[in-house]
């Protein structure tokens, strides 16, 4: 695609029910990023896919976040039993390897009720 | 303290003036310094990124960086309404993939 692709643009979901938000990245493109953005906040880095390499997992809040990359393109991002203040919106990045510059999408704008 | 800090604003300055957008930073490894501007529901899109100190210039956009004092400044001339949005700064570690964002600040440009 043009771009990077994320969907839901906006989901609303019940606090304690799970969540899943995937990101197609720009085809080529081997890096790939998940950062949240809370209101009136900068991007906190979430989770970072390289190729075929470990993620690095370092920006996870909770062990109710996980993240996987399927055939190193589209990802999706997991949110278990959700929480009020996993309000956020939910940010998807690619770069090409090595390169500086990163793509983001429009984001997944999560409310939890 | 937060790795980088940047005054959220709101900024509010007239059609045709000079903006100066600042951050500064404290992570010594930081290689790579970007702005990102970002519209009201829009995901961050780059503006220009500079590699260690110096000027970077790119139309009516120039970025500062400062490693002595560990500052960071994005100047906007003849700024204009489009130019409104949300102004972020970053680091970048040569050694790592992910960026260490400051907060942002809101930039109103008014007609």
């Known amino acids: 695609g043009a771009g990077v692709s994320q969907s839901p643009s906006n989901k609303v979901t019940e606090k304690g029910k799970d969540v899943e938000l995937r990101c197609d990245p720009i085809?080529?493109?081997?890096?790939l990023y998940w950062y949240r953005q809370s209101l009136g906040q900068g991007l906190e880095f979430l989770i970072y896919?390289?190729?075929?390499?470990?993620?690095?997992k370092s920006g996870l809040p909770s062990d109710r976040f996980s993240a996987e990359r399927t055939g190193g393109s589209v990802s999706t991002l997991t949110i278990q039993r959700t929480q009020q203040e996993d309000s956020a919106v939910y940010l998807c990045?690619?770069?090409?390897?090595?390169?500086?510059?990163?793509?983001f999408g429009q984001g997944t704008r999560l409310t939890v009720v | 303290q937060k790795e980088v800090e940047q005054d959220p604003g709101p900024l509010s300055v007239p059609e045709g003036a000079i903006v100066s957008l600042n951050c500064t930073y404290s992570?010594?490894?930081?290689?790579?310094f970007m702005w990102y501007r970002q519209y009201s529901r829009k995901g961050p899109e780059l503006l220009m990124y500079?590699?260690?100190?110096g000027n970077k210039e790119d139309g009516r956009f120039t970025a500062q960086v400062d490693k002595s004092s560990k500052y960071i400044s994005l100047f906007i001339r003849d700024s204009q309404p489009s130019d409104s949005a949300t102004y972020l700064c970053?680091?970048?570690?040569?050694?790592?993939?992910?960026?260490?964002f400051g907060s942002g600040t809101q930039l109103t440009v008014l007609p």
């Open positions: 992570n010594s490894a930081f290689q790579y």
């Open positions: 500079t590699y260690s100190s």
């Open positions: 085809s080529g493109h081997t890096a």
């Open positions: 896919f390289q190729g075929n390499s470990a993620p690095d």
């Open positions: 970053a680091g970048l570690r040569g050694s790592a993939r992910q960026l260490t």
């Open positions: 990045a690619s770069s090409q390897l090595r390169n500086t510059e990163a793509f």
